[in-house]
């Protein structure tokens, strides 16, 4: 749940990698501008803040023998209801050959990178969008995105192809999108984004529906930034393989509550104390990868094992429908895909192989994922036509999200696009997914990339 403005996080994340700032040159520019219409046919997506946007993407990178590297890769996106929503995803300066000459030919050598970066160490966290190491974008579920870790990476590559990276951090960003709007005033908490999950504004008790006032124990952002991370990563690589493992402690990306219910003295309300919590969690596993050109494949795993578990409450989740258990969560996964200039395909596939029974785990939030595969291929036609498919289909929820879009480039800087968005759940309603099951859409968009 979010306690901080958006303005005070945005402020943070900026504060935090000012070390990143840059001039712009000749280096790599891009991004867009733009907006979308989801109201093409009113029947579909018909929803508060699902009926149209602006959006805004901006990256500059750099990256030249003897230089420092730099990135800044920021977005924003803003809906009909009037929300702004930031994303940083990358922000920092990068130094090769600290302790050991640099050879990119050969990727040999050693350097460090400062800042707000993605670290790229699980393949089924960044493919199906859990937001286990990374923070997510969280503009839309369909396409969740990461956001990287404030930080300071080492990397150290030796010619027998062993490597080995290190991580720490003592500020802590949790991730922002998509918020919750807290009204003091009114004890109220409700979203303008479709995306997000307020918590219920009325329950039943006796004879009708009664509010619920929510009353949150704001903490300061000392309690909020000053927070450590800690991890590694060591593996090997020889042309084509590659095979490594990882574990990092961090502190949860999603921020946690404890809540405490009371009907109010008049009974004619109920009172939900809020309070957030900062939970750590420790995150590993490894991946064996296999490249060669433009094909890659790969098997893996992670586990995710909370530091904490907080106790459940049936009151609670009965009343506002706030599930605070944890459980210990462990997905085994693979995939393969070729993607070039010309065209791309691939294949995904995860399994939760931890427990979880809807029933008995009823006080902690569903998975995202139980067993799910994933099908995309995308094709550039010609220089003004592209078509792209994305689907996700969970087997045992039986849970569908399809992206169907067709692009034209208009002209070299305008891309006109229209596509359809579609989600599915269970007839019973009982899965992550089914919170969203109105986020449909049929749009037409029209951007100018720079």
């Known amino acids: 749940m979010a306690t901080l403005t958006k303005k005070q996080l945005l402020t943070l994340c900026l504060s935090t990698t000012v070390v990143s700032a840059f001039a712009i040159n000749d280096d790599t520019i891009q991004g867009h501008f733009g907006g979308m219409s989801n109201q093409i046919n009113q029947d579909v997506g018909d929803v508060p803040g699902n009926r149209y946007n602006a959006d805004l993407s901006f990256t500059y990178y750099k990256d030249r023998e003897n230089e420092l590297e730099r990135k800044f890769d920021f977005a924003a996106l803003v809906n009909d209801q009037s929300l702004t929503m930031w994303s940083l995803q990358e922000a920092y300066v990068a130094k090769k050959g600290i302790f050991r000459s640099y050879d990119r030919a050969e990727k040999t050598g050693d350097l460090v990178k400062i800042g707000r970066q993605n670290l790229a160490w699980s393949n089924i966290d960044q493919s199906w969008g859990l937001g286990k190491i990374n923070n997510r974008k969280n503009f839309d579920g369909f396409m969740p995105g990461q956001e990287g870790l404030v930080g300071i990476a080492y990397e150290n590559r030796s010619s027998n192809g062993i490597f080995w990276k290190v991580f720490g951090s003592g500020l802590y960003v949790p991730e922002t999108n998509p918020s919750l709007d807290i009204d003091k005033s009114d004890n109220t908490i409700s979203s303008r984004n479709p995306w997000a999950k307020p918590p219920a504004a009325t329950t039943n008790i006796g004879a009708g529906p009664i509010p619920i006032q929510y009353i949150v124990d704001y903490p300061s952002i000392s309690d909020v930034i000053y927070r450590y991370s800690l991890g590694v ?6 042309k084509n393989w590659v095979a ?24 004619k309300s109920v009172k939900a104390f809020v309070k ?16 060669n050109a433009d094909l890659e494949m790969y098997v893996g795993g992670m586990g995710v094992y909370p530091n904490t578990f907080p106790d459940g409450s049936q009151t609670v989740t009965t009343y506002t429908e706030i599930k605070t258990e944890k459980r210990r969560e462990a997905y085994l996964g693979g995939g393969i895909s070729r ?7 691939g294949f995904n596939y995860v399994a939760r192989v931890s427990p979880y029974d809807r029933e008995r785990d009823s006080l902690a939030e569903d998975p995202r994922w139980n067993q799910a595969v994933n ?33 034209y480039n208009v002209s070299k800087q305008m891309l006109l696009s229209f596509g359809v968005n579609m989600i599915g759940t269970p007839d019973s309603g009982k899965s992550y997914w089914s919170t969203f099951t109105n986020n449909d859409a049929v749009y037409a968009g029209l951007r100018y990339i720079f």
């Open 233 to 238: 990563n060591i593996g090997w690589e020889h």
């Open 244 to 267: 490594d493992g990882y574990f990092i402690r961090k502190p949860e990306n999603q921020i946690s509550t404890n809540v405490e219910v009371a009907l109010a003295g008049d009974s």
């Open 276 to 291: 957030p919590e900062f939970y750590y969690h420790d995150v590993f596993g490894g991946n064996f990868k296999y490249r």
């Open 339 to 345: 993607i070039n200039d010309k065209f791309g395909i």
């Open 375 to 407: 099908f995309f291929a995308s094709r550039n036609f010609t220089q003004e036509v592209s078509l792209s498919g994305d689907i996700k289909y969970d087997m045992l929820t039986t849970d569908r999200l399809v992206m169907l879009r067709a692009g």
